[in-house]
């Protein structure tokens, strides 16, 4: 049995409450230390704590569950910053003692060593945790232009935005650049800003939306490159919303010479296939920046090797959740493990 199983019949909704309940009674000053928004919001996360507790299991990775944590605590702290890290790093061990509690009173001993070892790490992962102050902007080749854009950006200019890119392109950087050197970059940032609590996610929102038409704007540029004949067909896995880092890999082949056709998120299964019956595509890309999409990028692989007929294509797959280490991609059956365009590029080259 998994948890997975719990959900379907509500007894996960039970579990989240229970623990959410038992919180406030090991620590009563937690009563007076989160509003209500917390309150709401903390139980809200026990369900995501509880969801990404299962991918670590399913996916025997313990990457995904420390990478998460590192990731939580961060996002705490910058909302409750008046609490203090330590109270913080308290009452989520806390936590994670009574996740434990909980699993063990609901799941078979199999289940219960699995999640005794994730949640032991986890709360290592929490012990230890400490703040960084990471800045993707600087030192970078295009920082001024980059900067300047996430500026135009925060500031909802998005013609300045749209002519920051064109004066870079003028002025001799490569599309290439731009994406990689400016685009990725500022994006990442973007993300940084939302997770210090600095913007919140409908700017998150509008730097998304505009970059995205930025990058339409070039595509004139982009599809002139001359073609080298190989085909890439590229989408996300489940339900996970973080495509443009799919697509900017797409653009990028494009620029390379290869005819790509980016499907995005959300792609049902028979229309997939008839994708790649229409394509017969040389490459496919796979791409999932949430670790709990991990599954279905797994599933996606499978199914598509049951189908002898397309034996012959490669697939490749990337994203946030392959990058932390927990080399999936070794035990997955796709053919290249790379983490970036830049790998994958130089990959195809001698593939
Ligand atoms: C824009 C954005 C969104 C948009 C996405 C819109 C869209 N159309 O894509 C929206 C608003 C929908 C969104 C939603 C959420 N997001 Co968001 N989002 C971002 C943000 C700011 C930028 C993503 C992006 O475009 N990056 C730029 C691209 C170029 O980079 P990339 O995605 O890493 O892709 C590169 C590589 O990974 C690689 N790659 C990608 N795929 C593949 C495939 C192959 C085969 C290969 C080889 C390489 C490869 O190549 C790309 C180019 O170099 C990131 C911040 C970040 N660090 O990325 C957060 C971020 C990913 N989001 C985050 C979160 C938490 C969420 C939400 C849960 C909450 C929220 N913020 O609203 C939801 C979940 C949605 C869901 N169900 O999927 C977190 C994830 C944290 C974690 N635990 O990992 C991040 C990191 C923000 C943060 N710092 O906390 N988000």
Redesign the pocket.
């Known amino acids: 049995m998994t948890l997975l199983l719990l959900k379907s019949n509500e007894s996960i909704v039970k579990m989240t409450q229970s623990i959410f309940e038992k919180q406030f009674i090991k620590d009563p000053k937690l009563e007076k230390d989160l509003d209500d928004r917390r309150k709401r919001l903390m139980l809200q996360d026990i369900y ?1 704590n509880i969801d ?1 507790l299962e991918a670590a299991i399913l996916h025997d990775s313990e990457h995904i569950i420390v ?2 944590v590192n ?2 605590m ?2 705490l702290f910058y909302r409750m910053k008046h609490l203090g890290l330590d109270r913080i790093k308290t009452f989520m061990i806390d936590h994670y003692i009574l996740l434990n509690e909980a699993v063990n009173s609901a799941m078979d001993e199999v289940y219960i060593e699995k999640a005794e070892k994730h949640i032991n790490n986890a709360i290592e992962a929490i012990r230890h945790f400490e703040l960084n102050n990471i800045s ?1 902007l600087d030192g970078i080749r295009l920082e001024s232009q980059a900067k300047n854009y996430l500026e135009a950006l925060l500031a909802r200019d998005r013609q300045k935005a749209s002519d920051i890119v064109i004066t870079t392109l003028d002025n001799g950087a490569t599309l290439e650049e731009v ?2 050197g400016l ?2 970059p ?7 800003l ?2 210090k609590n600095i913007i919140a ?1 409908d700017k ?2 509008y ?3 505009v ?2 038409g930025v990058m339409s704007q070039l595509y004139p540029r982009i599809f002139a490159t001359p073609k080298n004949g190989r085909t890439m067909v ?1 989408l ?1 896995v ?12 797409s653009d ?1 082949f494009e620029i390379q010479g290869w005819d790509t056709i980016y499907l ?2 959300s792609v049902p299964w028979e229309s997939l296939i008839s994708s790649l019956e229409e394509y017969n595509p040389d490459l496919i ?9 991990l599954s279905n990028c797994k599933e996606t692989i499978d199914a598509i090797r049951k189908e002898k007929r397309f034996d012959h294509m490669k697939i ?9 280490g927990n080399n999936l991609r070794e035990k997955w059956n796709v053919d ?1 493990e ?7 590029v130089a990959w195809t080259r001698i593939n």
């Open positions: 995501y990404n990478d998460y990731w939580l961060g996002l993707y994406y990689v685009f990725r500022v994006m990442h940032e973007v993300g940084n939302w997770y996610v998150e929102h730097a998304t939306a970059t995205q590229s996300c489940g339900n996970e919303l973080h495509e443009m880092g799919i697509r900017m890999l990028l995005g998120a890309t796979l791409s999932v920046t949430m670790p709990n999409y490749a797959v990337g994203g946030k959740a392959l990058d932390m290249v790379a983490t970036s365009y830049e790998e994958l």
